[in-house]
């Protein structure tokens, strides 16, 4: 059973704008949660991550948003530039460094 | 040095073959992963090594054998694998820091594929 979902297989945003991705997650003992962006042929490159005691991190043109009670995390990135495009999972963790990823979302950046 | 290293990079194995992916980092970090990535899904946990010492095996049949020699080297046996284990796998390590802060980086994967 898929711990951690992702529901938008894709997005496109045009450049300059803000791009949303969402994750949503069912385990409420996960305590730590990362965002990564992935390009075909590579590993995953972490991008930035956020402590179930906090609600917001920033980082530059990225924000991760943490809502507990949904169960639900995004990342914003603004503003979006072409050579964001790529596939970004979300992952949460258990105590015990069991990390579970969601399925991604491939972002593309319109020029 | 930010780097996972894994060779090779693609391996094309025979069913009754034995091969070995190898997976080096030198950032200290005294935790080791290996995840297995099929097409258009998530990364899949296999094991974790933390100081060394396997912590958690996600149920992975024994054709896949994990050892960790030391603390920056990590490798991955297979043997009688099937067509199925045909997949990207990944290696990564983390600092083992403190609780909530421990972030992982990723190896670029080996591609394997089995005949």
């Known amino acids: 059973d898929q711990q951690v979902k992702q529901n938008s297989p894709s997005l496109s945003v045009q450049e300059g704008r803000i791009s949303i991705l969402n994750c949503d997650y069912t385990?409420?003992?996960?305590?730590?949660f990362l965002w990564y962006k992935k390009y075909p042929a590579e590993g995953p490159t972490f991008l930035i991550s956020?402590?179930?005691?906090?609600d917001k991190n920033e980082d530059g043109r990225f924000t991760v948003f943490l809502n507990k009670s949904a169960k639900h995390l995004s990342l914003h990135i603004v503003p979006s530039q072409p050579g964001d495009s790529a596939v970004y999972f979300c992952?949460?963790?258990?105590?015990?460094?069991?990390?579970?990823f969601g399925t991604g979302t491939s972002l593309t950046v319109i020029p | 040095d930010t780097e996972v290293t894994q060779t090779p990079k693609h391996l094309v194995m025979g069913m009754t073959n034995k091969k070995s992916l190898k997976c080096e980092q030198h950032?200290?970090?005294?935790?080791m992963y290996w995840y297995k990535q099929k097409a258009k899904k998530p990364p899949e946990l296999m094991f974790v090594?933390?100081?060394?010492?396997?912590?958690i095996n996600e149920s992975v049949p024994s054709r896949f054998s994990p050892e960790c020699p030391n603390s920056s080297l990590l490798n991955l046996h297979l043997h009688a694998l099937q067509p199925e284990d045909s997949a990207l796998y990944l290696c990564?390590?983390?600092?083992?820091?403190?609780?909530?802060?421990?972030?992982?980086?990723f190896g670029p994967g080996t591609r394997l594929t089995v005949l």
């Open positions: 950032m200290g970090h005294r935790a």
């Open positions: 090594y933390s100081y060394e010492k396997l912590s």
């Open positions: 956020i402590s179930s005691i906090k």
């Open positions: 385990n409420s003992m996960f305590d730590y």
């Open positions: 990564a390590s983390s600092p083992l820091g403190l609780a909530g802060t421990d972030t992982q980086y």
């Open positions: 992952a949460a963790r258990l105590t015990g460094n069991q990390f579970y």
